[in-house]
T-cell receptor
Framework: QQPVQSPQAVILREGEDAVINCSSSKALYSVHWYRQKHGEAPVFLMILLKGGEQKGHEKISASFNEKKQQSSLYLTASQLSYSGTYFC???????????FGAGTTVTVRA | NAGVTQTPKFQVLKTGQSMTLQCAQDMNHNSMYWYRQDPGMGLRLIYYSASEGTTDKGEVPNGYNVSRLNKREFSLRLESAAPSQTSVYFCATPPTRRQISSYNEQFFGPGTRLTVL
């Protein structure tokens, strides 16, 4: 079952903040976040594991609420380069099935 | 360079033709995935392989077959292509569990743009 993302789209001015949410109806083992620019492959942002461990490589933070099966991605002081479509992917249990949500389109304007 | 390679990058088929999309990774990851992405849509899981020798259906497996040839390679086959299979296909080997070794790695292949007439 695919996770549900919200909002579907958001428009920001440079320097503004935004939050993208990802929720699942089932218990999650991990949440993955990717960003995709038009015509390109998705690029890894972060993985959040059950138990609170986070691994990522960009100045974008995220949280993972295991009890609510929810994750949020925080875009702080947005830059033009943050524009793109953000996808969350979820794994349940130990089956390694990684399903993605429909995506959130972020547009950052100067 | 560590990464995921896919071939071909573009393909046009006629209805009923067959083809195999190839994918290879050199990250030594156990799990590999095939997704399709339609215009303006998200990534839908077709098939995945948690480890060498195993494959499982995703959300949209009908019309496709897969083979996990070895740890590096995971192929996707369309036996009788249909216009509804026109899409961009991505092979991926995401970091699951604690497999991240480098934050500069690309975990998705560049994609195959398939058109079925």
């Amino acid at each position: 079952q695919q996770p549900v993302q919200s909002p579907q789209a958001v428009i920001l001015r440079e320097g503004e903040d935004a939050v993208i949410n990802c929720s699942s109806s089932k218990a999650l083992y991990s949440v993955h976040w990717y960003r995709q620019k038009h015509g390109e492959a998705p690029v890894f942002l972060m993985i959040l594991l059950k138990g609170g461990e986070q691994k990522g490589h960009e100045k974008i933070s995220a949280s993972f609420n295991e009890k609510k099966q929810q994750s949020s991605l925080y875009l702080t002081a947005s830059q033009l380069s943050y524009s793109g479509t953000y996808f969350c992917g979820t794994e349940k249990g130990n089956d390694y099935k990684l399903s993605f949500g429909a995506g959130t389109t972020v547009t950052v304007r100067a | 360079n560590a990464g995921v390679t896919q071939t071909p990058k573009f393909q046009v088929l006629k209805t009923g033709q067959s083809m195999t999309l190839q994918c290879a990774q050199d990250m030594n990851h156990n799990s590999m995935y095939w997704y399709r992405q339609d215009p303006g849509m998200g990534l839908r899981l077709i098939y995945y392989s948690a480890s060498e020798g195993t494959t499982d259906k995703g959300e949209v497996p009908n019309g496709y077959n897969v083979s996990r040839l070895n740890k590096r390679e995971f192929s996707l086959r369309l036996e009788s292509a249909a216009p509804s299979q026109t899409s961009v296909y991505f092979c991926a080997t995401p970091p699951t569990r604690r497999q991240i070794s480098s934050y500069n790695e690309q975990f998705f292949g560049p994609g195959t743009r398939l058109t079925v007439l």
